[in-house]
Protein backbone atom coordinates (compact mmCIF):
# COMPACT_ATOMS: atom_id res chain seq x y z
CA UNK A 1 0.00 0.00 0.00
CA UNK A 2 1.36 3.46 -0.74
CA UNK A 3 2.05 5.88 2.16
CA UNK A 4 0.16 9.05 -0.23
CA UNK A 5 -1.44 8.76 -3.36
CA UNK A 6 -2.45 11.52 -5.16
CA UNK A 7 -5.08 10.86 -7.36
CA UNK A 8 -6.69 13.25 -10.61
CA UNK A 9 -5.32 15.93 -8.67
CA UNK A 10 -5.72 19.52 -10.25
CA UNK A 11 -6.30 22.99 -8.94
CA UNK A 12 -7.19 25.98 -10.58
CA UNK A 13 -6.64 29.76 -9.63
CA UNK A 14 -9.57 31.25 -11.98
CA UNK A 15 -6.98 32.00 -14.45
CA UNK A 16 -6.13 28.50 -15.48
CA UNK A 17 -4.63 25.60 -14.28
CA UNK A 18 -1.30 25.45 -11.83
CA UNK A 19 -2.30 21.59 -11.23
CA UNK A 20 -3.63 19.72 -14.10
CA UNK A 21 -5.02 16.32 -13.07
CA UNK A 22 -2.17 14.83 -11.82
CA UNK A 23 -1.85 11.23 -10.16
CA UNK A 24 1.30 9.55 -8.46
CA UNK A 25 1.97 7.01 -5.72
CA UNK A 26 4.72 7.45 -3.56
CA UNK A 27 5.78 4.57 -0.85
CA UNK A 28 6.36 4.45 2.70
CA UNK A 29 9.79 6.15 3.48
CA UNK A 30 10.46 7.06 -0.40
CA UNK A 31 12.57 10.34 -1.07
CA UNK A 32 10.68 11.98 -4.39
CA UNK A 33 12.26 15.00 -5.85
CA UNK A 34 10.31 17.08 -7.73
CA UNK A 35 11.86 19.49 -10.68
CA UNK A 36 10.49 21.61 -13.13
CA UNK A 37 10.95 25.33 -14.01
CA UNK A 38 9.37 28.59 -11.96
CA UNK A 39 5.36 28.65 -12.28
CA UNK A 40 5.37 24.61 -13.35
CA UNK A 41 3.15 23.75 -10.01
CA UNK A 42 5.80 22.40 -7.77
CA UNK A 43 4.76 24.40 -4.95
CA UNK A 44 0.93 24.03 -5.28
CA UNK A 45 1.25 20.26 -5.75
CA UNK A 46 3.20 20.55 -2.29
CA UNK A 47 0.66 22.82 -0.89
CA UNK A 48 -2.29 20.45 -1.44
CA UNK A 49 -0.81 17.53 0.23
CA UNK A 50 0.15 19.75 3.04
CA UNK A 51 -3.62 21.03 3.51
CA UNK A 52 -2.47 24.55 2.19
CA UNK A 53 -4.28 24.46 -0.52
CA UNK A 54 -7.59 22.89 -1.38
CA UNK A 55 -8.00 21.13 -4.84
CA UNK A 56 -10.63 21.43 -7.22
CA UNK A 57 -10.77 18.27 -8.24
CA UNK A 58 -9.35 15.18 -7.19
CA UNK A 59 -8.19 12.81 -3.88
CA UNK A 60 -5.49 13.03 -1.93
CA UNK A 61 -4.67 9.67 0.49
CA UNK A 62 -2.78 9.09 3.32
CA UNK A 63 -1.67 5.24 4.18
CA UNK A 64 -5.71 4.83 2.49
CA UNK A 65 -7.50 7.77 3.92
CA UNK A 66 -8.85 10.74 2.37
CA UNK A 67 -7.21 13.78 3.78
CA UNK A 68 -8.39 16.13 0.75
CA UNK A 69 -10.54 18.24 2.69
CA UNK A 70 -8.81 18.31 6.07
CA UNK A 71 -6.42 21.23 7.41
CA UNK A 72 -3.11 21.13 7.86
CA UNK A 73 -2.69 20.32 11.42
CA UNK A 74 -5.08 17.48 11.26
CA UNK A 75 -2.30 15.41 8.38
CA UNK A 76 0.31 13.34 9.43
CA UNK A 77 2.34 15.94 7.23
CA UNK A 78 4.97 18.49 8.33
CA UNK A 79 6.00 21.47 5.19
CA UNK A 80 9.14 23.27 5.41
CA UNK A 81 8.70 26.59 3.06
CA UNK A 82 11.51 28.08 1.18
CA UNK A 83 11.27 31.21 3.55
CA UNK A 84 11.17 29.61 7.14
CA UNK A 85 8.33 31.68 8.71
CA UNK A 86 10.15 31.57 12.83
CA UNK A 87 8.71 33.32 15.42
CA UNK A 88 11.14 36.13 15.75
CA UNK A 89 10.08 37.27 19.30
CA UNK A 90 10.44 33.58 20.50
CA UNK A 91 13.47 31.24 20.90
CA UNK A 92 14.54 28.05 19.29
CA UNK A 93 12.99 26.23 21.37
CA UNK A 94 9.70 27.76 21.85
CA UNK A 95 9.74 27.81 18.02
CA UNK A 96 9.88 23.94 17.93
CA UNK A 97 7.73 23.49 20.85
CA UNK A 98 4.70 25.30 19.43
CA UNK A 99 3.02 22.33 18.02
CA UNK A 100 3.74 19.79 20.73
CA UNK A 101 1.77 22.75 23.18
CA UNK A 102 -1.05 22.83 20.64
CA UNK A 103 -1.50 19.56 20.80
CA UNK A 104 -1.10 19.98 24.98
CA UNK A 105 1.78 17.23 25.49
CA UNK A 106 2.85 17.06 28.97
CA UNK A 107 6.30 19.24 30.03
CA UNK A 108 8.85 16.68 30.52
CA UNK A 109 7.86 14.95 27.24
CA UNK A 110 8.06 17.86 25.33
CA UNK A 111 11.66 18.98 26.51
CA UNK A 112 12.61 15.73 25.48
CA UNK A 113 11.04 15.79 22.11
CA UNK A 114 12.62 19.34 21.40
CA UNK A 115 15.65 18.72 22.37
CA UNK A 116 15.80 15.18 19.93
CA UNK A 117 14.80 17.39 17.41
CA UNK A 118 17.40 19.87 18.24
CA UNK A 119 20.38 17.21 18.19
CA UNK A 120 19.05 15.68 14.82
CA UNK A 121 19.60 19.03 12.84
CA UNK A 122 22.60 19.92 14.80
CA UNK A 123 21.93 22.67 16.99
CA UNK A 124 21.71 20.87 20.08
CA UNK A 125 22.83 23.90 22.24
CA UNK A 126 20.61 26.30 20.48
CA UNK A 127 17.68 26.68 22.29
CA UNK A 128 17.69 29.43 24.01
CA UNK A 129 19.32 31.25 21.20
CA UNK A 130 16.67 34.02 19.81
CA UNK A 131 15.86 32.91 15.87
CA UNK A 132 17.14 36.64 15.04
CA UNK A 133 20.62 35.86 16.11
CA UNK A 134 20.90 32.40 13.90
CA UNK A 135 22.62 32.31 10.26
CA UNK A 136 19.83 31.43 7.62
CA UNK A 137 20.84 27.58 7.33
CA UNK A 138 20.76 27.74 10.94
CA UNK A 139 17.16 28.80 11.04
CA UNK A 140 16.28 26.39 8.64
CA UNK A 141 17.23 24.02 10.58
CA UNK A 142 14.69 25.53 13.06
CA UNK A 143 12.44 24.92 10.93
CA UNK A 144 13.29 21.40 9.61
CA UNK A 145 13.16 20.83 13.62
CA UNK A 146 9.56 22.04 13.75
CA UNK A 147 8.20 19.99 11.40
CA UNK A 148 10.44 17.04 12.44
CA UNK A 149 9.04 17.07 16.01
CA UNK A 150 5.90 15.91 15.42
CA UNK A 151 6.81 12.86 13.90
CA UNK A 152 5.03 13.36 10.18
CA UNK A 153 4.56 10.68 8.13
CA UNK A 154 5.14 12.49 5.22
CA UNK A 155 7.98 15.34 4.89
CA UNK A 156 7.16 18.43 2.38
CA UNK A 157 10.14 20.70 1.42
CA UNK A 158 9.36 23.15 -0.49
CA UNK A 159 13.06 25.16 -1.60
CA UNK A 160 14.66 24.56 1.96
CA UNK A 161 17.67 25.92 0.93
CA UNK A 162 16.89 28.01 -2.61
CA UNK A 163 18.22 31.61 -0.54
CA UNK A 164 21.44 29.63 0.82
CA UNK A 165 24.63 29.44 -0.81
CA UNK A 166 25.90 26.62 -2.81
CA UNK A 167 28.21 24.94 -0.90
CA UNK A 168 26.17 25.21 2.18
CA UNK A 169 23.22 23.92 0.55
CA UNK A 170 25.14 20.90 -1.10
CA UNK A 171 25.86 20.00 3.05
CA UNK A 172 22.50 20.87 4.31
CA UNK A 173 21.10 18.31 1.71
CA UNK A 174 23.23 15.83 2.50
CA UNK A 175 22.14 16.18 6.29
CA UNK A 176 18.53 15.87 5.01
CA UNK A 177 18.86 12.73 2.89
CA UNK A 178 21.05 11.31 6.42
CA UNK A 179 18.01 12.63 8.64
CA UNK A 180 15.47 10.98 5.70
CA UNK A 181 16.91 7.80 5.46
CA UNK A 182 17.54 7.30 9.29
CA UNK A 183 13.81 8.31 10.10
CA UNK A 184 12.56 6.27 6.69
CA UNK A 185 10.73 9.11 6.52
CA UNK A 186 8.64 9.57 3.05
CA UNK A 187 9.47 12.82 1.49
CA UNK A 188 8.65 15.06 -1.10
CA UNK A 189 11.23 17.40 -1.97
CA UNK A 190 11.16 20.34 -4.28
CA UNK A 191 14.24 22.24 -5.26
CA UNK A 192 15.04 24.07 -8.37
CA UNK A 193 18.47 21.93 -8.59
CA UNK A 194 19.14 19.28 -11.20
CA UNK A 195 22.10 17.92 -9.66
CA UNK A 196 20.30 18.54 -5.76
CA UNK A 197 17.86 16.29 -7.01
CA UNK A 198 19.61 13.45 -9.14
CA UNK A 199 21.95 13.30 -5.85
CA UNK A 200 18.82 12.85 -3.44
CA UNK A 201 15.72 11.35 -4.82
CA UNK A 202 14.87 7.74 -5.62
CA UNK A 203 12.61 8.97 -7.78
CA UNK A 204 12.47 12.42 -9.37
CA UNK A 205 8.83 14.25 -10.61
CA UNK A 206 9.62 16.72 -13.77
CA UNK A 207 6.75 19.21 -13.56
CA UNK A 208 5.67 21.35 -16.69
CA UNK A 209 2.48 23.74 -17.25
CA UNK A 210 1.06 22.13 -14.20
CA UNK A 211 1.75 18.18 -15.26
CA UNK A 212 4.09 15.60 -14.70
CA UNK A 213 6.05 14.98 -17.78
CA UNK A 214 8.32 12.30 -16.53
CA UNK A 215 8.71 10.52 -13.26
CA UNK A 216 11.67 8.18 -12.50
CA UNK A 217 14.35 6.66 -10.75
CA UNK A 218 17.65 9.28 -10.68
CA UNK A 219 19.59 7.10 -13.26
CA UNK A 220 16.33 6.66 -15.92
CA UNK A 221 16.33 10.53 -15.96
CA UNK A 222 19.98 10.42 -16.78
CA UNK A 223 19.99 8.36 -19.15
CA UNK A 224 17.08 9.65 -20.94
CA UNK A 225 15.62 12.73 -20.24
CA UNK A 226 12.33 13.08 -21.79
CA UNK A 227 12.42 16.91 -21.03
CA UNK A 228 14.10 19.68 -21.91
CA UNK A 229 14.49 20.77 -18.32
CA UNK A 230 16.51 18.56 -17.40
CA UNK A 231 18.39 17.53 -20.88
CA UNK A 232 19.76 20.60 -20.64
CA UNK A 233 21.28 20.62 -17.50
CA UNK A 234 22.60 16.82 -18.21
CA UNK A 235 23.99 18.24 -21.53
CA UNK A 236 26.00 21.40 -19.43
CA UNK A 237 27.77 18.65 -17.11
CA UNK A 238 29.35 16.77 -19.46
P1 LIG B 1 6.25 26.49 -8.89
O1 LIG B 1 6.28 26.20 -7.43
O2 LIG B 1 6.55 25.31 -9.75
O3 LIG B 1 7.09 27.66 -9.25
P2 LIG B 1 3.52 27.34 -8.37
O4 LIG B 1 2.81 26.14 -7.88
O5 LIG B 1 3.95 28.34 -7.37
O6 LIG B 1 4.74 26.89 -9.28
O7 LIG B 1 2.59 28.08 -9.41
C1 LIG B 1 1.95 27.43 -10.48
C2 LIG B 1 1.04 28.40 -11.19
O8 LIG B 1 -0.05 28.76 -10.35
C3 LIG B 1 1.73 29.70 -11.59
O9 LIG B 1 1.24 30.11 -12.83
C4 LIG B 1 1.31 30.65 -10.49
O10 LIG B 1 1.27 31.96 -10.95
C5 LIG B 1 -0.10 30.15 -10.16
N1 LIG B 1 -0.47 30.40 -8.76
C6 LIG B 1 0.13 29.84 -7.67
N2 LIG B 1 -0.46 30.27 -6.55
C7 LIG B 1 -1.45 31.13 -6.92
C8 LIG B 1 -2.43 31.91 -6.22
N3 LIG B 1 -2.53 31.87 -4.88
N4 LIG B 1 -3.28 32.68 -6.96
C9 LIG B 1 -3.21 32.69 -8.30
N5 LIG B 1 -2.32 31.99 -9.02
C10 LIG B 1 -1.45 31.22 -8.35
MG1 LIG C 1 7.45 27.08 -5.91
Partial sequence: ?????????????????????????????????????SGSGKSTLLRMIGGFERPSAGEILIDAKDVTR???????TGMVFQS???????????????GLRLRR???????????????MVGLADYGQRMTTQLSGGQQQRVALARSLVLEPKILLLDEPFASLDQ?????????????????????LFVTHGQDEALALADRIVVMRDGVMEQVAPPDVIYRAPRTEFVAGFIGSMN
Avoid: Y
Wanted: net charge negative.
Fill in 1 to 37: MARLTIKGVSKSFGTGFAVNDVSLDVEDGELVCLLGP
Fill in 84 to 98: HALWTHWNVFDNIAF
Fill in 167 to 187: HLREHLREEVKDIQSRLGITT
Fill in 105 to 119: RPRAEIRERVEQALA
Fill in 70 to 76: LPPERRP
